[in-house]
């Protein structure tokens, strides 16, 4: 039962997950757990080399579930609580293999925090985004919000609740493409394709990169970047690349 709230389709090297929870994939220990393991098991397939990550139905993920809150007066509860929160983030970020968020509809709270741990965004013309803690008399998501919007749009979507649509985002150059609903997943599917093209082993260390330079002061982080050019300029991929470039071909990458 836990694996059809959120599948996990594979072909062509492209992993599609999809969160289906009806009717509006709000977020559960259950879904959160099986995130978590979706995320993890994409990590080391090796016939997988780039995610994309939507919802079924009109609602990407209208955000926590408010009916599976933790008991305050169990000891231990909202630790456990607060530690698969985290991780439901964490294994979209720290995923070995780029992730494409596919934004099918309405992403709010927790569904705008799966948005902010992925790679590249997309969304349809009907969605819309915001963090409507403060709505329930709660606080939280400020951390998600400040990778995504500017110090202004951020702290009105905080303290307010207000929900942006996609056609600002995409204006503001925050989304990379917004779209019909029916174009969604192929327009996903494109990028999703380009990148599959590149080298396995080199799209890995990309990005690891992209994560750990955020985290980085300037000089430390591109000497980072030259220890993994250094080490993958050794690698049979970096060599068949070069030969593909010379020869006017295509590559052939084989992951090592």
Not at 94 to 100: Q, R
Not at 233 to 238: F, G, I, L, R, Y
């Amino acid at each position: 039962m836990s694996g059809d709230i959120v599948t996990l389709e594979v072909s062509d090297n492209i992993a599609l997950v999809t969160l289906n929870r009806p009717p509006v994939n709000a977020l559960d220990r259950a879904m959160r757990d099986r995130i978590v393991a979706v995320f993890d098991e994409i990590s080391e397939r090796t016939d997988v080399r780039v995610a994309i990550l939507t919802g079924a139905g009109k609602v990407f993920c209208s955000g926590a579930d408010l009916k599976d809150r933790p008991d305050p007066t169990k000891i231990g509860a909202f630790h456990s609580h607060n530690r698969i929160t985290r991780e439901t983030g964490n294994c979209i970020r720290e995923c070995s293999k780029p992730v494409i968020a596919a934004i099918n509809g309405v992403a709010l709270g927790a569904g705008v925090g799966l948005m902010a741990s992925c790679d590249i965004f997309y969304a349809s013309e009907e969605a819309v985004f915001g963090m409507p803690e403060i709505n329930v008399g709660l606080a939280g998501g400020a951390a998600m919000l400040n990778t995504l919007f500017g110090r202004s749009l951020m702290r009105r979507m905080f303290f307010t609740g207000y929900r942006v649509p996609a056609a600002e985002l995409y204006r503001l150059g925050i989304i990379e493409a917004c779209t019909t609903r029916e174009n969604l997943i192929p327009e996903a599917m494109k990028l999703a394709r380009e990148i599959a093209s590149k080298s396995p082993i080199a799209m890995e260390y990309a990005k690891n990169a992209a994560n750990m330079v955020e985290l980085m002061p300037p000089r430390d982080a591109y000497r980072f970047e030259q220890n993994i050019t250094m080490a993958l300029s050794k690698t049979e991929d970096a060599k068949e690349a070069r030969m593909a470039f010379l020869e006017k071909r295509a590559p052939v990458f084989k992951g090592r």
